[in-house]
T-cell receptor, first 116, second 112 residues
């Protein structure tokens, strides 16, 4: 079974531009979560999608948005990039989501975004 | 507030030595606690997962313990190897929503 696939692996963008990152979950997994990881900050939760609906959202500005397609693939978009958006963006897939669910989260390798 | 705190922030040990990483949480109610290993520049990989009713779980040289009464967990690494150099992240699932609450991680460096 293929793992979680994130594309691209590396990206360099200029301040003010916008970027779209992609995540393909493990086959059969319907939940996709996105995280931002910067040195010293740990993983910061962005949002979670399940069956094309956003289920949870973190404390990020509206410049960060996402969506999920019918095949469970998900995209994350960041508009008007700022230098502080430079980070490793990780996505994780789970079979399901919701209360009292013990399904394990599997992470992709991440997309390293550098804003210059 | 649901939080996960890890200590120490960083740790340096010699190859072959044992070490223990700590995780304290205030997440309530919680359904499970996981430990992940993250190599530099890569995604986290699950080491162990324990439900609130489990006290210990092993994965090779990694042993995790959980005390749900004191809301503490530890990850013990036995006979460390250079490849154990990584960040170790404690993650607790908030039962009410299924949301994952992450600790800041402990960076472990194993030296020859």
């Amino acid at each position: 079974k293929a793992g979680v696939t994130q594309t691209p692996r590396y990206l360099i963008k200029t301040r003010g531009q916008q970027v779209t990152l992609s995540c393909s979950p493990i086959s059969g997994h319907r939940s996709v979560s996105w995280y931002q990881q910067t040195p010293g900050q740990g993983l910061q939760f962005l949002f979670e999608y399940f069956s094309e609906t956003q289920r949870n959202k973190g404390n990020f500005p509206g410049r960060f948005s996402g969506r999920q397609f019918s095949n469970s693939r998900s995209e994350m978009n960041v508009s008007t990039l700022e230098l502080g958006d430079s980070a490793l963006y990780l996505c994780a897939s789970r079979e399901g989501t919701g209360p009292r669910l013990n399904t394990e989260a599997f992470f992709g390798q991440g997309t390293r975004l550098t804003v210059v | 507030k649901n939080q996960v705190e890890q200590s120490p922030q960083s740790l340096i040990i010699l190859e072959g030595k044992n070490c223990t990483l700590q995780c304290n949480y205030t997440v309530s109610p919680f359904s499970n606690l996981r430990w992940y290993k993250q190599d530099t520049g890569r995604g986290p990989v699950s080491l162990t997962i324990m439900t609130f009713s489990e006290n210990t779980k092993s994965n090779g040289r990694y042993t995790a313990t959980l005390d749900a009464d004191t809301k503490q967990s530890s990850l013990h690494i036995t006979a460390s190897q250079l490849s154990d150099s990584a960040s170790y992240i404690c993650v607790v699932t908030f039962s009410n929503t299924g949301k994952l609450i992450f600790g800041q991680g402990t960076t472990l460096q194993v030296k020859p």
